[in-house]
């Protein structure tokens, strides 16, 4: 962290973001270039991807029984990880260049050290983080206490996004909004599959006596 670049170098890119497990992800993005700006992005989670994290909170007496367990799941951590990723996407290609260092704030422990770790354990979160690399080398990823990440919280329930906007105007913030790439959903459903077909190898294994 100590030899970090700065936030406000030139190319740095600062992320606040929030992942809801019932509404959406968003978030905002801050360019150094541009003070008193902000890229804000407000979606909902795609009809899919909201079926996996709800299948993700299920008990597991009731995975059990669900039809659909072989769709695979979405854990949060993913989902608050995909959020960086996707807002820093999203800023990258609504400005037309990359950043050279991306500072990523949220209220996931699990997301943030997946990061700055540039690995994880999980394929799931693997392959999420593996995006972020591609769009930057360098992340610092920062994990506050969910009431320090208000904004980013209400962007994540895109219905208060015209809210957020108004507020912003009225603190002299210029807002602009930007969708998240077409790729980075493709990967998150990507990463989805991986999480299910995790879950099978076990049973194909012990099914071929292995």
Same mark, same amino acid.
């Given at each position: 962290e100590? *030899?970090?670049?700065? /936030?406000a170098a030139p190319g740095g890119l600062t992320v606040v973001t929030d992942a809801s497990g019932v509404d959406g992800?968003?978030?905002?993005?801050? #360019? %150094?270039?541009? %003070?008193g700006e902000a890229t804000l992005v407000s979606e909902l989670w795609p009809a899919d991807v909201l079926a996996a994290l709800q299948r993700q909170a299920l008990r597991a007496s009731e995975r059990e029984r669900d039809p659909d367990a072989a769709l695979g799941r979405l854990s949060m951590p993913a989902a608050e990880a995909f959020g960086q990723w996707a807002v820093a996407e999203a800023y990258a290609a609504a400005a037309g260049r990359q950043p050279t260092?991306?500072?990523?704030?949220? #209220?996931c422990d699990p997301a943030a050290a997946a990061l700055n770790a540039g690995a994880s354990g999980r394929p799931q979160m693997r392959k999420l983080v593996r995006g972020a690399r591609e769009l930057c080398a360098h992340w610092l990823a920062v994990s506050v206490s969910r009431d320090l990440n208000v904004d980013a919280d209400r962007l994540s329930h895109p219905a208060q996004l015209a809210?957020? /906007?108004? #507020?912003?105007?009225?603190?002299?913030?210029?807002? /602009?909004? *930007? %969708?998240? %790439?077409?790729?980075?959903?493709?990967?998150?459903r990507e990463a989805i599959a991986v999480e299910a077909e995790t879950r099978r190898a076990p049973r194909k294994r012990r099914a071929a006596g292995e």
């Open positions: 100590a *030899a970090f670049q700065e /936030r992800v968003g978030g905002y993005a801050l #360019d %150094p270039a541009k %003070p260092s991306v500072t990523a704030v949220g #209220d809210e957020v /906007r108004a #507020d912003a105007q009225a603190a002299g913030v210029a807002t /602009r909004v *930007a %969708p998240i %790439p077409q790729h980075c959903w493709a990967a998150l």
